[in-house]
Structures are given as structure tokens and as C-alpha cells.
């Protein structure tokens, strides 16, 4: 069975602040696929990043960057000089690399930036 | 460019009363769709799953049902709803097994049962 940790419920910080979402997975399969998602006020579910199990290079892309460590089953979400737009919350997921795709999620983090 | 429709984007609805909910996708051929559930602040659930036209897989005991009747178009029912049916419901579709892709969501339905 596969499970997704998302250990804070709720994180507030002051913008201009670095913030970092955990997440903490446990799956049996060899072949797997992380996702992180945002999902704002307005409800629907943005993606932000994919990484397959093989790939454990860090990832950075403008204020977002992820830290995925196999050893330790964590996908790590970090947002640089937060801002109030990225207020929403944020849903780690896993998914199967071979038969059923659905994905697992965790419970989310909600990140409020106060300005 | 491959789209996902989903409607209504809120409903209120009696105990009791039936449910459809309706999604659609574009631009794409024999998707895997997705019917999520996201009770008030909590994860989301995957309730239905279907690979092919006709072809549910139920993840949770529930009162509801799901049926896929064409190749893009994903229905989530109920005879008669609950109060705990009220919630945020998300379709999704993904490209078809054999490839590892991202899932695309819909909008949305956030349903009140009353």
C-alpha cells in the first residue's frame, strides 16, 4: 500500500520569509513518481513538479526548488522569499510507475504569508 | 490542446435527492479519468477510477456510483444523497497506463448536501 505524510497542517509565515513543506512517503514499488500540487482559494489543483523514483537530482525552478531523498523517503518543497500569492495549500502525491495510476495524496499543508 | 470540463461548480442539494455530476475532457484520446473527493479540510480521496469506456474500479464503499458511458466523458452519481456526500469533487484524467504522466484536474464541484 502507499502513503503519503504531510506531517504540517498549517504554516504561516511573513513574506520575504524561505518556507519548507515536508513530505514523507512509504511505497513497495520500485518505479515511482512524486508530484507536488497547489491548490488556491478557488479549489482547482495546479501542478507544480513531477520526479520519478531514478531521479534524485534536486530540482529548482524560480522561488521553488525540491529536495527528494530516497534514503529517507522525503520529497521536500521549499519556497524562497515567500510572497502572498503563495498562500494556498500545497498537496504531495505519489503515484505507481507501472499498473494503476491513481494518485495517493497527502492530507496538504495550508501556507498562509502574511505581507 | 487537451481541456477538462466539469460541472456544476456548486450545488446544494437536499438529504435524500439525487446526484450527477458530469465531467468531459478534450483533446485527447482513451484517458484515464478520476473521480476525487476532498472532504472539508482533509486530502483528497480517490473514490472512482476507470481506464476505458465502461471500465469503473470503486476504491472506497460509498454511496455513490461512477460510469463512463463515452470514451471522455465521466459521470459521478448518487440515488440518494447523505450529508456526509457534502464535500469538494475533483475529475481528473491522465494519459493512458504505459505512460507516467501528471494528472489535470478539473475546476471542481463543491457539493452541499442539506
Known amino acids: 500500500a502507499q502513503k503519503v505524510t504531510q506531517a504540517q497542517t498549517e504554516i504561516s509565515v511573513v513574506e520575504k520569509e524561505d518556507v519548507t513543506l515536508d513530505c514523507v512517503y512509504e511505497?513497495?514499488?520500485?518505479?515511482?513518481?512524486l508530484f507536488w500540487y497547489k491548490q488556491p482559494p478557488s479549489g482547482e489543483l495546479v501542478f507544480l513538479i513531477r520526479r520519478n523514483s531514478f531521479d534524485e537530482q534536486n530540482e529548482i525552478s524560480g522561488r521553488y526548488s525540491w529536495n527528494f531523498q530516497k534514503s529517507t523517503s522525503s520529497f521536500n518543497f521549499t519556497i524562497t522569499a515567500s510572497q502572498v500569492v503563495d498562500s494556498a495549500v500545497y498537496f504531495c502525491?505519489?503515484?505507481?510507475?507501472?499498473?494503476?495510476?491513481?494518485?495517493?495524496f497527502g492530507s496538504g499543508t495550508r501556507l498562509q504569508v502574511q505581507p | 490542446s487537451q481541456t477538462i470540463h466539469q460541472w456544476p461548480a456548486t450545488l446544494v442539494q437536499p438529504v435524500g435527492s439525487p446526484l450527477s455530476l458530469e465531467c468531459t475532457v478534450e483533446g485527447t484520446s482513451n484517458p484515464n479519468l478520476y473521480w476525487y473527493r476532498q472532504a472539508a479540510g482533509r486530502g483528497l480521496q480517490l473514490l472512482f477510477y476507470s481506464v476505458g469506456i465502461g471500465q469503473i474500479s470503486s476504491e472506497v464503499p460509498q454511496n455513490l456510483s461512477a460510469s463512463r458511458p463515452q470514451d471522455r466523458q465521466f459521470i459521478l452519481s448518487s440515488k440518494k444523497l447523505l450529508l456526509s456526500d457534502s464535500g469538494f469533487y475533483l475529475c481528473?484524467?491522465?494519459?493512458?497506463?504505459?505512460?507516467?504522466?501528471?494528472?489535470?484536474f478539473g475546476q471542481g464541484t463543491r457539493l452541499t448536501v442539506v
Open positions: 481528473a484524467w491522465s494519459l493512458p497506463v504505459g505512460t507516467a504522466q501528471r494528472a489535470f
Open positions: 511505497t513497495r514499488d520500485t518505479t515511482y513518481y
Open positions: 502525491a505519489l503515484t505507481r510507475g507501472t499498473g494503476r495510476r491513481a494518485l495517493t
